[in-house]
């Protein structure tokens, strides 16, 4: 499932359930059919009497038999990467990324890998973005990191842009990336701001006074990571303080 945890107030997000499952449907209706012509499997010998009542089917050339193994080939194919994706979605069942209170965690390393972590103090910001590819535009989740060290992790799915931007593709998610975003922020921001600081109806406009400092912006889609530590209350028009989501 999605959203808080309620063990430790975090959050997670999860990949939904393999869209293209139909494609093993297909694929084992093209594995049959081949298997059909070259090994006699049903439904072939069936449809073939319906075709040819009372007499014996001619025999199939050698264009017919290239054509058999092709469509075997590509079923198999087809059934064996689909039943591979969704036994991966039941085994790992595990976030792509989870937030706590120390930070992020992100599941991206393969199915049986630790996560990589990212403490909040590395973490300058989060937001929901883009990237255009040749089918068009997907969507990911932009996270700013100030710690360089972390750019030498290698992660499945994402990659890094400029500025120290970790880019996740979001395409399979259960939650867009922008509401990901805005609950990963929530998750955040919950060490910057006391309890009675979530009853303001404007929290950017005051001072937190927890720890002494206030809650960093969220990175914006077209401006860069900015690396500076946040040190003081951001105005009015920041938009960050608690529940906030990605600009």
């Known amino acids: 499932m999605n959203g808080r945890d309620s063990m430790d107030g975090g959050a997670a997000v999860y990949r939904r359930f393999p869209r293209n499952w139909y494609l093993a449907l297909v694929g084992a209706v093209i594995v049959l059919q081949g298997g059909g012509v070259l090994f006699g499997w049903p439904p072939t010998p069936r449809i073939l009497e319906l075709i040819y009542p009372g007499k014996a089917p001619p025999g199939f050339e050698s264009r017919d038999l290239t054509w058999a193994w092709a469509f075997l080939i590509v079923g198999a194919v087809l059934v064996v990467w689909v039943v591979g994706r969704v036994i991966g979605w039941l085994v790992g069942r595990r976030p792509v990324v989870r937030a706590g209170p120390d930070g992020l965690a992100l599941f991206l390393g393969g199915p049986w890998s630790s996560p990589m972590s990212i403490p909040w103090d590395s973490v300058d910001g989060i937001s929901a973005g883009s990237v255009e590819g040749d089918y068009g535009n997907f969507p990911t989740l932009r996270i700013g990191v100030s710690d360089p060290d972390l750019s030498a992790f290698r992660l499945w799915g994402a990659r890094w842009t400029e500025n120290g931007v970790l880019s996740i593709a979001a395409g399979d998610w259960k939650t867009p990336p922008r509401e990901a975003a805005e609950l990963l922020l929530e998750v955040r921001d919950r060490r910057y701001w006391s309890p009675e600081d979530s009853a303001i109806e404007d929290p950017a406009a005051e001072v937190p ?38 600009k």
């Open 209 to 246: 006074a927890t720890e002494g400092r206030a809650a960093p912006e969220a990175l914006s889609e077209e401006a860069p990571v900015s690396s500076a530590p946040a040190s003081s209350a951001p105005d009015s028009g920041s938009g960050a303080g608690p529940g906030s989501g990605a």
